[in-house]
């Protein structure tokens, strides 16, 4: 069972979806900021939003157990991240990291 950062009664309606996202513990049970966020092709048997969210310091073995990361509605992930709601728009394939500044740039890998 996860403790998570904030409570159900905590969250409110910030954006106006249904839609899924999959976000890591190190958000929504240790409270860390998120770092990188990216979209990609949506689930067409789920109602996702195609949104992965990452503190961005996370190991590849973190990932890579299933049991760190689940699946949540993006108004929960809005509410851990206010910071995030501008970008939510962005088309499928935008990836965005925090800068040093606290700001969120778009990851242009070439």
């Keep these: 069972m996860k ?9 409110k309606i910030l954006i106006d979806s249904k839609e899924g996202c999959i976000a890591t513990d190190r958000i929504t049970v240790d409270g860390a900021k998120i770092g990188y966020m990216y979209r990609e092709e949506p689930s067409e048997k789920y109602p996702d939003s195609g ?3 990452l503190a961005g310091d996370e190991s590849q073995e973190y990932l890579d157990n299933h049991e760190n990361s689940e699946v949540y509605l993006l108004n929960t992930i809005c509410n851990y991240d206010l910071d995030i709601i501008p970008y939510l728009d962005a088309e499928i394939g935008s990836a965005f990291y925090r800068n040093k500044r606290g700001k969120f740039v778009p990851d242009q890998e070439d």
């Design 51 to 53: 949104w992965r969210f």
């Design 3 to 11: 403790n998570y950062k904030l409570k159900k009664e905590d969250i």
